[in-house]
């Protein structure tokens, strides 16, 4: 058991195919102490798979938070993992034993905003033919995670403040005062501080809600959890799939901006779509332009170590070595490889063949 209360999972096997290059690259991670056991949780039934100290941090920062019982607001890019961390706070609390509500405030409409949160009465207005416990009376005793906290509208932020502050609400239509006990953990992928001083969120609702603050970091600077993360998303689909060396090195490399949610989109579709056991760097449904300017880069290394004597630095010589770390990169997608060099697909087959003597390269389309 760790600190946290959870089992960790020993050094987490990753089921890829390994050259001399990614296991040089691991065998760094190691010896610098990047490579951290790997830890497996579950809050409220939703998986994590962490490895990287930042979240283990986090996680250990989420559990002293949960022991106070205040707002929390957990900020983070999109598909980061706010809502794990929040269920995290839940879970870790006092308040365990009680309900979890969760609500987007991005998808409540407008004209029903005030009856969703705190309730209605029967007959409180068209349609209303049964009174109705908002969300704020079901999380009683337990906790309500509000979800891109950014997008509530002005009008229910003065509501939601006195609220917060202890003073109680009446349902839509009703005339009983409600108390509730609940604990608020509150989310956005916005710069809540910029929000405010664009005049579009209270500012002292603002400071009511950041009474404990979490932010979750990008994947991009935890990669050492990408590898896997994509492991146990694979494994969620198919036994036995495994990731050739450069596709991990794809993997690791992108620069992941829908973060953890988008490499599990990404990984969930290479499964399905790969007409083998084994995913290739053409099989993973990537965004190359985002990623270009650190791929060249890399292939650009790369060409710039294969060099071993001068005869080597001559243009159709490097040029020759660029195009084939392109596709020996991406798998031999020729789409993808003339995409990554800037050049049509057209002018990279026709490069091919010249290298070929008119016999192409003999790799996948």
Not at 235 to 258: D, F, I, K, M, N
Request: proline share 4%; with cysteine; hydrophobic share 40%.
């Amino acid at each position: 058991m760790n600190g946290l209360g959870y089992s960790v999972v020993g050094a987490g096997k990753i089921t890829f195919l390994q050259d001399g290059k990614t296991q040089k690259a691991i065998g760094k991670w190691e010896s610098k102490g990047m490579v951290r056991p790997l830890c497996q949780y579950s809050f409220l039934g939703m998986p994590a798979v962490v490895r990287s100290r930042t979240m283990e941090e986090l996680l250990e920062l989420a559990k002293r938070a949960s022991k106070v019982d205040a707002c929390v607001l957990i900020t983070g890019e999109s598909g980061a993992g706010k809502e794990l961390i929040a269920r995290a706070v839940h879970e870790f609390s006092e308040r365990s034993k009680g309900p979890w509500v969760d609500v987007s405030c991005a998808t409540l409409p407008e004209h029903l905003i005030e009856s969703e949160l705190f309730g209605h009465e029967k007959g409180a207005y068209s349609g209303a033919d049964s009174a109705k416990p908002g969300l704020f009376e079901m999380a009683a005793g337990g906790t309500l995670f509000l979800d891109e906290i950014a997008e509530l509208e002005p009008r229910m932020q003065a509501k939601l403040l006195r609220v917060l502050d202890g003073a109680g609400f009446y349902r839509l239509g009703g005339t009983r005062k409600i108390q509730v006990d609940v604990r608020v953990v509150a989310a956005t992928n916005r710069d809540l501080g910029e929000v405010v001083r664009a005049g579009k969120f209270r500012e002292d609702l603002y400071h009511r809600l950041n009474q404990l603050h979490l932010h979750v970091p990008p994947l991009r600077t935890r990669r050492e959890e990408i590898l896997p993360l994509a492991d146990f998303f694979l494994a969620q689909q198919r036994s036995g799939v495994r990731l050739t060396e450069a596709a991990c090195r794809l993997l690791l490399e992108y620069p992941w901006p829908g973060n953890v949610r988008e490499l599990r989109n990404v990984v969930i579709r290479a499964a399905v779509q790969a007409n083998s056991d084994v995913i290739r760097a053409s099989d993973l449904p990537l965004s190359l332009p985002q990623a270009t300017s650190f791929d060249l880069r890399a292939i650009a290394s790369a060409v710039d170590s294969d060099a071993e004597n001068r005869n080597e630095w001559s243009l159709a010589s490097m040029e020759k070595r660029m195009i084939l770390r392109a596709l020996e990169y991406t798998g031999g997608h020729h789409q993808r490889a003339a995409e990554l060099l800037g050049i049509s697909r057209r002018t990279l087959s026709r490069k091919l063949k010249t290298f070929a003597g008119g016999n192409g390269h003999g790799v996948s389309r």
